[in-house]
């Protein structure tokens, strides 16, 4: 098969997967009354504490423009608050309140089937690591297009929901 044809398929094939992904996580947002937009941004900043606009918009991968429209809207939902150092005041941070932090709690909640799908498949196909190999692909692929800081932060909040769940 040529290559034009091979590129072909997995673009339109990986396209195919991430709208189940999308689809799935608009209508988890849905369910709570948020964006998918919203919901990734109350996760950022419940791992982050406190999180200035440039720091969400590099870690969302959007617009610092995108970022602002959809803090006021999360503002105005009273799902987050802005607050300025002393040291500092020209620097906004984002942190949750009591509310946005309830909100993100439950959209941890939420099943996806890609996910359920990948872990059947691999076990029906007898490759227990098909998982740790496909997400080593992700993370290389990652730091690749977004760099290693942006890598580090997902293995970093990874390993806080490992171990969240180790000591439960």
Same mark, same amino acid.
């Given at each position: 098969?040529?290559? &034009?044809?091979?590129?072909?398929?997995?673009?339109?094939?990986? %396209?195919?997967? #991430?709208?189940? *992904?999308?689809? +799935?996580?608009? =209508?988890?947002?849905?369910?709570?009354?948020?964006?998918?937009?919203?919901?990734?941004?109350?996760?950022?900043?419940?791992?982050?504490?406190?999180?200035?606009?440039?720091?969400?918009?590099?870690?969302?991968?959007?617009?610092?423009?995108?970022?602002?429209?959809?803090?006021?809207?999360?503002?105005?939902?009273? &799902?987050?608050?802005?607050?300025?150092?002393?040291?500092?005041? %020209?620097?906004? #941070?984002?942190? *949750?309140?009591? +509310?946005?932090? =309830?909100?993100?709690?439950?959209?941890?909640?939420?099943?996806?089937?890609?996910?359920?799908?990948?872990?059947?498949?691999?076990?029906?196909?007898?490759?227990?690591?098909?998982?740790?190999?496909?997400?080593?692909?992700?993370?290389?692929?990652?730091?690749?297009?977004?760099?290693?800081?942006?890598?580090?932060?997902?293995?970093?909040?990874?390993?806080?929901?490992?171990?969240?769940?180790?000591?439960?």
């Amino acid at each position: 098969m040529s290559e &034009l044809a091979n590129m072909h398929m997995m673009m339109n094939y990986l %396209r195919g997967v #991430y709208k189940v *992904l999308e689809d +799935e996580w608009q =209508k988890s947002a849905k369910s709570l009354g948020l964006t998918q937009a919203e919901q990734h941004i109350l996760w950022i900043v419940s791992f982050e504490r406190e999180a200035t606009i440039s720091r969400i918009a590099h870690l969302g991968l959007w617009d610092v423009s995108t970022v602002m429209q959809v803090i006021k809207r999360l503002k105005d939902k009273g &799902l987050i608050q802005l607050l300025k150092k002393d040291h500092d005041r %020209r620097i906004s #941070y984002v942190t *949750l309140t009591e +509310e946005g932090a =309830k909100r993100q709690q439950m959209s941890s909640e939420g099943k996806y089937s890609v996910y359920s799908y990948l872990q059947a498949w691999s076990k029906d196909h007898g490759n227990q690591e098909f998982l740790v190999q496909l997400v080593n692909l992700h993370r290389d692929m990652n730091e690749h297009f977004h760099g290693t800081e942006y890598v580090e932060w997902i293995e970093n909040t990874g390993r806080q929901l490992r171990d969240k769940v180790e000591t439960r």
